[in-house]
């Protein structure tokens, strides 16, 4: 079973919200013009992401004067009727969202939701509205602070979400998951089924000092179908994640999890997975640049983030060993500069790394984000299943 593989370890790394231009269909989601990457070199075009570019991130964009150095590198489009975070990452493992999930951008949530969500909990809730997370926070924190966390706050994006914002010293966090638990069971029904309740704790006295902390949780649904983190695990390969991917997959597939409290630690914590021994996939993600700096129309901290990552990087690439395959992408698009302060519908880069790779280039673009999920099932001797979109990259490459 595990004899004759290309490579005994795949570094799946996902810059969270790392669009890069818009998609085919942008126009469909009112999102022409988004550039998360385009907007943020053309206000930093000093940023410094050398290995980055050596991969060939500067290639797949036309404002970057940059020659990929190593590597192979191409754009993907996402298929699904989405750009959540939830939907991009079962992209990546097969599973294509044909019907959107259930948003409450427009009016809130129903009134009676929100009243059996109050008798179950024992909390009144306030805000209910499509929201920024950081601004809702400044705006009701101080009333949660004067109710003694009898009041919660509750607020959607244009994703399919619930999120539940709680003082951590005020409500507490063991509170704030009990009632986000409550919330995931009442969303599960279809008239209110949401991919996501995320658990927003926050800390601070006022408006003035708030910031949300790195205790999010996320409460999701099930994959509707077997995902390549089940097909890798069912036949033995290891499926290790470090930061929310296991949340994201409610831990189907997952053999091994690592939480993370920044992106940074997540990145060393690949850094010191990557040395141990083990036969599989190590799936990464960095939510800091999503929540952090593109939900926040943060434009200078993501281009920092990005620089910190870029040097981190490096040091997985001089890492790793000759049995190792690193693949960097992300799951969406973030637009920092752009109207709102929700996602964007984006191509996203995908950039492949190996010691043992002959040559180097840019592939032809692709219209799925599955293409990375078939090319660790090809790399594994696995079969897709019938439902699954996309084709193995590998036969792409040249290696020694």
Known sequence: ?????????????????????????????????????????????????????????????????????????????????SKDTLTGHWEMMGIKTTVSLKTFTDTGFPVDLIRELESLTNHVFIGNKNASGTSIIQELGEEEIRSKGKKLIIYTSEDSVMQICGHELVTGLDELYRCCKIARQLTMREEYKVGR?????????????????????????????????????????????IGKINDIFCGNGISRETHSKTSFEGMLQTIEQAKEDFTGLLFVNLVDFDSKWGHRRDVRGYANELEKFDSLLQVLLNTISNDTLVIVTADHGNDPTFKGYNHTRECVPCLMFSKTMKEYGVLEEADSFSEIGMTILDNFNLKKKSYMEGESLLDKMIFF
Not at 211 to 217: D, G, S
Request: hydrophobic content about 35%.
């Open 1 to 81: 079973m595990k004899d004759n593989l290309k490579f005994k370890k795949i570094i799946l790394i996902v810059i969270d919200s790392f669009g890069i231009g818009q998609a085919k269909d942008a126009a469909l989601y009112n999102d022409e013009g988004a550039d998360t990457f385009g907007h943020i070199f053309e206000q930093f075009p000093n940023i410094k992401l050398p290995t980055l570019y050596d991969l060939g991130l500067g290639e797949l964009h036309p404002s970057v004067n940059y020659k990929q150095k190593m590597g192979y590198s191409l754009k993907l489009n996402e298929s699904s009727y």
């Open 197 to 241: 309740v995320i658990a927003r704790p926050y800390i601070g006295n006022d408006k003035n000092t708030f910031e949300r902390t790195a205790n999010r949780r996320d409460f999701t649904i099930k994959p509707p179908q077997e995902t390549v983190l089940d097909i890798l695990k069912l036949n033995g390969y290891d499926v290790w994640s």
